[in-house]
């Protein structure tokens, strides 16, 4: 493995680049860690030492790195059209046949797509076409949004003013007006006497209620995530979503799906409205739909909405130079192709879904996990100091950063959201690399337990 000289890059970093979602001078006082390589399910740093990622980078790498059919793929399509735009009644072929193919797997009746380059993007476009829809048939009042506590829905102005995170709103005066957040399905934190099923159909009813406060004329839709990754992995009990079903048709609210991590196989089908049953209008996307290889994301709408806005709709005034790019189409559509002719998805589904999640739930029995919880390609472990009561160490997610910090020093890529560790491999990862992968978490558990009792 090639090797760089590490900390003459991060003395660059440190003058020049301001990163994402971070504390710098907490990253400063290690250096970043520069990542340089990747096949398959792990990737390499600038020492050359070697890290299964069972983050698939940032929930997005779903069939793994190292595919050179989609660099391949790239370098055709920049050679033969390396730019243009959908504006103005243009359009190019890679978008075109990606849309096509986006119908062909998502569920029934959802066949038009408007294209973007974030999950963020793709939510913004959410809130400005949901309105649009209303306002265009004579109802620009029913402009509310409702949304989640502790949802994730990317980080531009409308994205985090419908995300539900507090840290997020606190910077930037957000969030933007007509967002509403109810409570989240998080049956292990907020779950208190109920059953599951009880407590789903509260968590659910909460916008019932919240429609009927506001008037179902003010109501233009409801979004959430199938699984709330960012949050932390919280998986609803299965009676959440069917009642959340009933609500929206009942009130005529449209149901908005963020399909951005839980989409393309992550949570065992193509969709989480595959795995949960959720009747949605629209759509968004991003992440696993190029596996992360190009920026690209996707607002998927139904008939029902694709033809109001054609009828009533005029001109849509939104879009990005990039929406549609044909590089990051031609990519995503590869990256399809390959999930599709390779049964990525099914084939995890049949062969090491099921082993992963047995491997979860064995690490119920250890003495710091309060829960284990998975679903799919996904894992959460809640660290506890006592996992008859649920105490936590702290409330300053100490044990999360201790746990992920060991992690990285144990050659594993593990997320910390408060003390909720994280993880979603690729879905092409081995029955041996889950075994990897559980002796990986294990070892890091206890030496997690033993730091933190020092
Ligand atoms: N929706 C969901 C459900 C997401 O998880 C976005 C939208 C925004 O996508 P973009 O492409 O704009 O980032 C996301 C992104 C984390 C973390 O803390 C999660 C995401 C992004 C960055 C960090 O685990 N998810």
Redesign the pocket.
Known sequence: MRTYDTSALQDLDHKHYYHP?TNHPDMWSKGAHIITEAENVYIYDSDGNRYLDAMSG??CVNIGYGRNELAETAKLQMEQLPYYNSFFQTAQLPAVELAEMLASVTPAGLNRTFFGC????A?DTIVRLVRHFWSCQGHPDRNVIVSRKNA????TIA?SSLGGMSSMHAQGGLPIPNIRHINQPYFYREGGDMTPEEFGLERARELEKTILELGPDRVAAFIG?PIQ??GGVIIPPDSYWPEINRICQKYDVLLCA?E??CGFGRTGNWFGTDTFGIAADIM?M??GLSSGYQPI?AVVISDRIGDVLDSKGGEFTHGYTYSGHPVACAVALKNLEIMRDERIIETARENTQDYLQSKVALLNRHPLVGEARGCGFLGALELVRNPATGERYDDKGTAGKTCRDIAIGNGLVM?A?GDIMVFCPPLIISRDQIDELYRLILKTLDQTQDALNR
Not at 118 to 121: I, N, Q, T
Not at 152 to 155: C, I, L, N, R
């Open positions: 979602f940032l929930w974030s999950g963020s993007d939510n994730y829905h990317g980080s994205g995530e990754g960012a963020d951005v991590i968004s991003a992440k994301s997320r959201i």
